[in-house]
């Protein structure tokens, strides 16, 4: 199975500043089609998870576009412009390249 | 608008079954994948089952496969997972996730399955 390793697991920000989190796969998430079915979910408290990403740099609908996906290969970013006190949750990578689908062990986010 | 409800979850003893059901409404349901995701109570996710919108291929992950088993009716637009052998390591929140491109777009709001004796 594909290891997702993210890091920081925890990022305090300051309101307004920018945050960035990190996300390394095990092996290439590149799929013999040429994608790279790696994504980014947030996961608000109580409430379950919410699609940011997909393939790697695609925004979702809604997502607002101070969220931002990049990556290549093993090596993948999450990136928030400015934190918003509605951006507070845990963050996590999921990779579907390969089956099973694994997740990152997720990063919270909060706000310092 | 994409609506996913699971129900069936509850208290069960080690060794035991339940049946997950997830009733799908605001899309076609027999054209997407579908996938069964559970989060431990403060852990994280796990996608424990997968299966395609034809029913011709499912996943399993290893900490499942042989006790688990995911199905689905599409004239019913009910996804499912029949659960048995149950451990207490199964004890988590169940949700159903709707395949986007290979990434999960929509979730229900989840199933409580707590393996207590």
Known sequence: DIV????PLSSPVTLGQPASISCRSSQSLVHSDGNTYLSWL????????????????????GVPDRFSGSGAGTDFTLK???VEAEDVGVYYCMQATQFPVTFGQGTKLEIK | EVQLLESGGGVVQP?????LSCTASGFTFSTYTMRWVRQAPGKGLEC???????????SYADSVRGRFTISRDNSKNTLYLQMNSLRAEDTALYYCAKDFVRALG???QGTLVTVSS
């Open chain 1, 4 to 7: 997702m390793t993210q890091t």
């Open chain 1, 42 to 61: 947030q996961q608000r408290p109580g409430q379950p998870p919410r699609l940011l990403i997909y393939k790697m740099s695609n925004r979702f609908s």
């Open chain 1, 80 to 82: 928030i412009s400015r």
């Open chain 2, 15 to 19: 060794g035991g079954s339940l049946r």
């Open chain 2, 48 to 58: 424990v089952s997968s299966i395609t919108g034809d029913a011709a291929a499912t």
């Open chain 2, 106 to 108: 929509d979730w229900g």
